[in-house]
C-alpha cells in the first residue's frame, strides 16, 4: 500500500497568514501515461463529512476558494491557504487514488494562532 | 442537490452482522461509482471499498476482503455494505461517498455517515 505522511501534524496561523500543509507519499503517484498526479485534497470540519478541494494535485473543485491551492508532483505535494480565514479551521486530508487501496494521510489539523 | 443518507450502523457483538444502506438523491445515481470510506473516531479516514457503476467491479481493503460485501441497487438509488464477521478494530463512522464524474476514483460527494460500534 502507498502509505501518505502529511506534516505538520498540526499547525496555528494568524488570520490572514498562509498555512502550508505537506504530503509525501511513498512512491510515485504520477501516471506518465496522462502526465497526472493521482492526489486528491479534503478538508474535513467537526461534525461535517469531508469536502473534496483539491483533485489532480493542483486542480480546484468547482466552488472552492482560490485562495486554496495544491501543487507539487511525483512523491510531494503541498497545499496552501494563502489568507488563512476563520471558516478554514478544520482537519486537511491528502488522498492518492494511483493504486488500490486508495489511502490517505493521517491529517493536519489548522487552526487560528 | 446531491444527498446521501446512511443507515444501518449500531452496536453489535464481535462475530456479528451489519448491513448498512446509502439512499441516495438528486443525481443519476447508476452513473457513478460509489464508495465506503470510514474514521474511526478521533482519527483519521480510510477507504473501505467501491464499486463501479453497474456493479460489475468492487475493490476492497484487504482487511476487509472476504468478510465485507460492497452491492447497490440502481432501480433504488441505494448502495449497501454487507458486514459479516465484525471485529472491534471495525469500530467507525462509515461514510458513503458518490465519485466524481472526471475523477471516477475519488469520493466527492460524501453523506453524514453512520456509526458502527463492535463491542461486546
Known amino acids: 500500500d502507498i502509505v501518505m505522511t502529511q506534516s505538520p501534524d498540526s499547525l496555528a496561523v494568524s488570520l490572514g497568514e498562509r498555512a502550508t500543509i505537506n504530503c509525501k507519499s511513498s512512491q510515485s503517484v504520477l501516471y506518465s501515461s496522462n502526465n497526472k498526479n493521482y492526489l486528491a485534497w479534503y478538508q474535513h470540519k467537526p461534525g461535517q463529512p469531508p469536502k473534496l478541494l483539491i483533485y489532480?494535485?493542483?486542480t480546484r473543485q468547482s466552488g472552492v476558494p482560490d485562495r486554496f491551492s495544491g501543487s507539487g508532483s511525483g512523491t510531494e505535494f503541498t497545499l496552501t491557504i494563502s489568507s488563512l480565514q476563520a471558516e478554514d479551521v478544520a482537519v486537511y486530508y491528502c488522498?492518492?487514488?494511483?493504486?488500490?487501496?486508495?489511502?490517505f494521510g493521517q491529517g493536519t489539523k489548522v487552526d487560528i494562532k | 442537490e446531491v444527498q446521501l443518507v446512511e443507515s444501518g450502523g449500531g452496536l453489535v457483538q464481535p462475530g456479528g452482522s451489519l448491513r448498512l444502506s446509502c439512499a441516495a438523491s438528486?443525481?443519476?445515481?447508476?452513473?457513478?461509482?460509489m464508495t465506503w470510506v470510514r474514521q474511526v473516531p478521533g482519527k483519521g479516514l480510510e477507504w473501505v471499498a467501491n464499486?463501479?457503476?453497474?456493479?460489475?467491479?468492487?475493490h476492497y481493503l484487504d482487511s476487509v476482503k472476504g468478510r465485507f460485501t460492497i452491492s447497490r441497487d440502481n432501480a433504488q438509488k441505494s448502495l449497501y455494505l454487507q458486514m459479516n464477521s465484525l471485529r472491534a478494530e471495525d469500530t467507525a463512522l462509515y461514510h458513503c461517498?458518490?465519485?466524481?464524474?472526471?475523477?471516477?476514483?475519488?469520493?466527492?460527494?460524501w453523506g453524514p455517515g453512520t456509526l458502527v460500534t463492535v463491542s461486546s
Open positions: 464499486i463501479k457503476e453497474d456493479g460489475s467491479e468492487e
Open positions: 438528486g443525481f443519476t445515481f447508476s452513473r457513478y461509482w
Open positions: 488522498h492518492q487514488h494511483y493504486t488500490t487501496p486508495p489511502t
Open positions: 461517498a458518490r465519485n466524481g464524474a472526471v475523477v471516477t476514483a475519488i469520493p466527492v460527494d
Open positions: 489532480w494535485a493542483s
